[in-house]
């Protein structure tokens, strides 16, 4: 049977219509269930025992070529529908797509799988024909009113956790798992923050979207803090350099931490607060200066009341999102005052940093960019006439 079915699937040959493709994707998802019962009654015998694995998850990872988060999917899925005959029947048939099953299951926890047994009779059938989010909507609001019938004790505090790691390269991986509430606080605040792509530069990835939203929302809330009896603030982060290397566009590191390009340094030192800390080898301290170049308060007001919001070509970031840009650089001896300073959207703060890019602040406040293929765009400030302060 099983050379058969394998010599049938080398000679198929699907064809490129959306039609065909939905009817093999249907054909597969039924082989899927009949494989999850096999999973269930292979589990239910132990019969991975006779290979030396500890579990079916162990079992399928190395037996089934699969990695160890779906081994652990299929185990679990097949071990809650063992108790959920007409769910399972009702994928064997095609009922009920893959795609209902996992989001039926995901919302069962083990505390309510008994509950929705008692009722499955009636309850699935209800979820027959209905998309994969209706389903999972629909589940949603029978575990909300379920989750208090349930007996036993009260379920487990939900798995939640956050792990940021920085890498050997310097780069930083993050992954998490939240509770419904807070994902959806954070997945609301990620559309909230993410800004549109600008005409001036490459179009971003949902992914690099996301990422750039959340670094402004860190941003945002560093500038915006009050467990500091100061006004307007920077985050603050120890960098070392030398002097040199700050004027000639050297590279520079974190206190305990990896090596910064010139370009990201540049753009941190744009609008912070830097102090001199002069060293006289690795052990005595010679000077420690006052800090100095940060953006005052009522410079800043003034800024915003001029720009409004970023001044990049095409973007309208809030000035709450944004920071004030030294044009000329404060390596060069560019002066902090309005004549020399921008308001710009953190991402574009850097982009303007990157290698290519320059930017000029003509005498009326109309700023002239350039990108590294020599394209050239020039935005003036909303307000017309002159700043009165």
């Known amino acids: 049977m099983f050379e058969s079915l394998a010599t049938e699937i080398r000679e198929l040959s699907i064809p490129l219509c959306g039609e065909a493709i939905t009817e093999v994707l249907a054909i597969q998802d039924r082989l899927a269930a009949k494989i999850s019962d096999a999973v269930s009654d292979f589990d239910r015998a132990g019969l991975w025992d006779l290979d030396a694995s500890t579990s079916m998850t162990a079992w399928l990872r190395q037996y089934g070529a699969m990695t160890k988060r779906e081994a652990g999917r299929v185990s679990g899925r097949a ?3 063992r108790e959920l ?3 399972a029947a009702a994928w064997q048939s ?3 797509s893959g795609g209902q099953v996992e989001a039926m299951v995901a919302v069962l926890k083990p505390e309510l799988v008994a509950l929705f047994a008692e009722h499955e009779a009636e309850l699935v059938p209800s979820l027959v024909g209905l998309s994969v989010a209706d389903t999972s909507r629909a589940m949603g609001h029978w575990a909300a009113h379920a989750a208090a019938l349930a007996d036993g004790p009260e379920p487990p505090e939900s798995k939640r956790g956050l792990h940021l790691s920085q890498m050997l390269d310097g780069t930083w991986v993050l992954d998490g798992t939240l509770d419904p509430e807070s994902g959806e606080v954070v997945a609301t605040a990620l559309r909230q923050a993410e800004s549109p792509d600008s005409d001036a530069e490459p179009p971003r990835t949902p992914r690099q979207r996301r990422v750039d939203a959340l670094d402004d929302i860190c941003r945002f809330y560093l500038d915006h803090q009050h467990d500091r009896p100061a006004g307007r603030h920077r985050p603050h982060v120890n960098v070392v350099i030398d002097v040199d290397d700050l004027q000639s566009g050297g590279p520079g590191r974190v206190v305990d931490g990896p090596a910064l390009s010139a370009a990201v340094l540049r753009a941190m030192t744009c609008d912070s607060a830097l102090h001199r800390l002069v060293m006289s080898g690795r052990s005595a301290v010679l000077d420690y200066g006052k800090a100095t170049r940060t953006i005052p308060t009522a410079l800043w007001n003034a800024l915003v009341l001029r720009d409004e919001h970023c001044r990049f070509p095409g973007c309208d970031r809030r000035s709450g999102w944004c920071e004030g840009h030294h044009v000329v650089h404060i390596a060069e001896d560019g002066p902090t005052c309005l004549e020399n300073l921008v308001l710009v959207c953190s991402r574009h703060h850097h982009r303007l ?19 590294p293929d020599g394209r050239h ?7 017309a006439g002159p700043l009165l302060v």
Do not use: F, I, M, Y
């Open 85 to 87: 005959p007409v769910t």
């Open 94 to 96: 095609g009922e009920l």
């Open 79 to 81: 071990k809650k529908l």
């Open 377 to 383: 765009w020039s935005t003036a400030p909303p307000r």
């Open 353 to 371: 940093h990157q290698p290519g890019w320059h930017a000029k602040l003509r005498p009326d406040a109309t700023l002239e960019v350039t990108n």
